[in-house]
């Protein structure tokens, strides 16, 4: 079967993210994102880690724009293109627009990618250099290499202090003014953030997504407060898939030994090719009774055709899958399901429930007075590592 999952002549094309649950952790561009989620049959879990201060409003930008009006720097760093348009655009609301692009238009420019370039030339300006590789990474290295000792640099932040770009900077001998163009601060509403935590530590969401590092930190904060941090990177290490636009963003999780995925080029379509890509290759896939089962997060594809399945019942047949054509006791199945009690006759209603939704109830054999199995064909291929 292929990315989309075609069933037998005459079936439906199955959405490629059709049965999966994705979290959106940004605070910019979540429409967009959900959208292409959607389009692609994922269900969306969206909750903003972060919020961004208004620009105009932002003391600290306004600040350090007239500590660069009053000695203006020998070279300047843009490292997004909201950042510096907004920087410019604050600029016209304090009536100082025209002094700032004049002092950066006697600055050496660099921009650190094509969206940063773009916003300098909007602004009437020229950029010197551009990284190919759109990293901050090579753009230190270009500076260190030219020498930067005893020079004025005015470094625009993306949100997030640049701590280990501006320290070699300064460690080189150069005076450095940061410009924090735009800042992140913990959501105004932290409920939703809550929801999304709960449901990434229980298993419930599929993936994540982070478009920015203060995203990612904002999600870790948020769980440093709940006391849930080692919970939260258990299943980002092992059940949900933390997918991240780039390495900048993903450099947070990856420093707590959390693997993540993400495209070569950071860019928001890039990123959801590469989670499109992914994510259903980690699905697991037995041959049950004659049919080829695929175990998604809420549904199930039977012969390629997609079968929504209860919360209860997906607990049961993971549960199942675990050791798929062995009896499983009532037991070991009351303890898989959400919020069991003790009474075993909550297993047969669930199973009653998840063989509906099958529609192919051979699927799974009772075992008289000892429990349940999947029907595993003989010689069959166990596919994907069981989630």
């Known amino acids: 079967m292929d990315a989309s999952h075609p069933g037998p002549p005459g079936t439906p094309t199955v959405p490629p993210l059709a049965g999966f649950t994705v979290g959106i952790t940004a605070a910019r561009r979540a429409d967009e994102l959900a959208a292409l989620l959607q389009r692609r049959g994922a269900a969306v879990l969206r909750a903003p880690a972060l919020r961004i201060v208004p620009l105009a409003d932002d003391a600290e930008l306004l600040a350090a724009t007239r500590d660069l009006l009053a000695a203006p720097p020998d070279l300047a760093v843009a490292t997004t293109g ?28 660099l921009a650190r990618g094509p969206k940063a370039k773009g916003a300098i030339r909007a602004a009437g300006l020229r950029e010197e250099w551009s990284p190919g590789s759109e990293s901050s990474v090579e753009v230190l290295e270009r500076l260190l290499d030219q020498g930067v000792d005893g020079r004025r640099i005015a470094v625009q932040l993306h949100g997030a202090p640049l701590r280990g770009f501006v320290d070699s ?18 959501p105004a509403d932290s409920a939703p953030l809550d929801r999304l935590l709960d449901a990434t530590c229980s298993g419930s969401l599929d993936a994540v997504t982070f478009t920015s590092a203060p995203a990612a930190l904002g999600l870790l904060d948020r769980a440093a407060e709940r006391s849930r941090t080692a919970e939260l990177l258990h299943a980002l290490r092992r059940d949900v898939l933390p997918v991240c636009v780039g390495p900048v963003t ?16 950071m860019r928001l379509g890039a990123m959801v090719q590469t989670l499109t ?21 809420r549904a199930v594809l039977v012969d390629g055709e997609l079968r929504p399945v209860p919360p209860a019942g997906m607990a049961l047949l993971r549960a199942l899958a675990r050791r798929p054509g062995w009896v499983v006791p009532r037991a070991e199945l009351l303890r898989a399901l959400p919020g069991s009690g003790a009474d075993e006759h909550a297993v047969e209603t669930a199973m009653a429930r998840l063989r509906a939704a099958l529609r192919a109830p051979e699927l799974v054999a009772t075992v008289v007075k000892r429990g349940y199995r999947l029907a595993l064909d003989p010689h069959a291929d166990f596919g994907a590592p069981s989630r």
């Open 82 to 109: 909201i950042g510096f348009r907004g920087w410019i655009e604050a600029a016209e609301g304090w009536g100082l627009a025209g002094e700032l692009t004049a002092c950066l238009g006697r600055a050496v420019l």
């Open 169 to 186: 900077l300064r460690a080189a001998g150069a005076e450095v003014v940061e410009v924090p163009v735009y800042r992140w601060l913990p």
């Open 250 to 265: 993903a450099a947070p999780l990856e420093e707590l030994d959390v693997a993540t995925v993400r495209p070569e080029r």
């Open 277 to 297: 890509a992914e994510l259903p290759q980690r699905a697991r896939r037995l041959a049950v009774a004659g049919h080829g089962l695929e175990l998604r997060g």
